[in-house]
């Protein structure tokens, strides 16, 4: 299973995310779940997509949440994607 983080350099909310996400990540049995971490700027597709919405976090290819990470429910989505 894949969190992804999309958001682009300089970006402080992404900064704010990154943490969030790689805390909630390590939380899990290794192997069982892989962080990745792409940059809009990279995919025009995403940039369209997310410009205005960075930083945006994906559970296995879905969308999970914008902005802000509360960590607790990614906890809780990414618990039940594995199930």
Do not use: N, Q
Request: glycine letters at 6%.
């Amino acid at each position: 299973m894949i969190v992804t983080l999309l958001g682009k350099p300089g970006c402080h909310l992404c900064d704010d995310a990154r943490t969030v996400v790689e805390d909630v990540v390590a939380g899990f049995p290794a192997g069982s779940v892989e962080f990745e971490e792409r940059s809009i700027l990279d995919d025009a597709d995403l940039l369209e997509r997310y410009a205005d919405d960075i930083p945006v976090v994906l559970v296995a290819g879905r969308v999970h949440t914008y902005w802000r990470v509360d960590p607790d429910r990614l906890r809780r989505t990414v618990a039940d994607a594995l199930a």
